[in-house]
């Protein structure tokens, strides 16, 4: 089954800390990750995909087949940076598989 | 810059009322999406849509329909609202080039 898992409901850290939110993930094929945020009364959206390995608002995630894993990291925590963070999965169609998500909370 | 939107930020209804939630995109994405957004249980996906009277099940379609008479416009049905459809309902159009889902900005539902 294809399954998307965040184990951390909530994430606290204080300015300047590193940041690592986990997103597992579970298919059998090659998986399209991605990390979509929606700050405090914004809409959703998209944050990265790991296709593009890149790195945007200083954060990156990196594939890991071995592990499932495509975890969120960031080396320097700030307080813009709490939001509500969601890991999903595409798999061979348009649709994404989300996570329960993580709600970060950046204390100054 | 695209956009998505829903026609009401809130919606308080009763019990067996038959609701309508809307969804208009304006770049022209066959692909269409609606969520529902609850604490704990993340976004599931109740049905989406890859073209004009096309339609598909999601996780979640039990008490739910869908219609998509034009392109730009995706509408979600209630048949008879209960209590336990009180949640936040997302609507989502897909660019495939981009890869990448643009989502309105909500709609909380409340039903009473």
């Known amino acids: 089954a294809q399954r998307v898992t965040q184990p951390e409901k909530l994430l606290s850290v204080f300015k300047g800390a590193p940041v690592e939110l986990k997103c597992n993930y579970s298919?059998?094929?090659?998986?399209?990750l991605f990390w979509y945020v929606q700050y405090s009364r914004q809409r959703l959206q998209l944050l990265l995909r790991h296709i593009s390995r890149e790195s945007i608002k200083g954060f990156t995630a990196d594939l890991n087949k071995g592990e499932t894993s495509f975890h969120l990291k960031k080396p320097f925590a700030q307080e813009e940076d709490s939001a509500m963070y969601y890991c999903?999965?595409?798999?061979?169609?348009?649709?994404?598989?989300f996570g329960t998500g993580t709600r970060l909370q950046v204390f100054p | 810059d695209v956009k998505v939107t829903q026609s009401s930020r809130y919606l308080v209804k009763r019990t067996g009322e038959k609701v309508f939630l809307e969804c208009v995109q304006d770049m022209d994405h066959e692909n269409m999406f609606w969520y529902r957004q609850d604490p704990g249980l993340g976004l599931r996906l109740i049905y989406f849509?890859?073209?004009?009277?096309?339609?598909e099940k999601g996780d979640i379609p039990e008490g739910y329909s869908v219609s998509r008479e034009k392109k730009e416009r995706f509408s979600l049905i209630l048949e008879s609202a209960s209590t336990n459809q009180t949640s936040m309902y997302l609507c989502a159009s897909n660019d495939r080039v981009k890869d990448t889902q643009y989502f309105g900005p909500g709609t909380r539902l409340t039903v009473l």
């Open positions: 849509s890859y073209d004009v009277k096309m339609k």
């Open positions: 298919y059998s094929g090659s998986p399209e």
């Open positions: 999903a999965l595409r798999a061979n169609t348009d649709k994404l598989i």
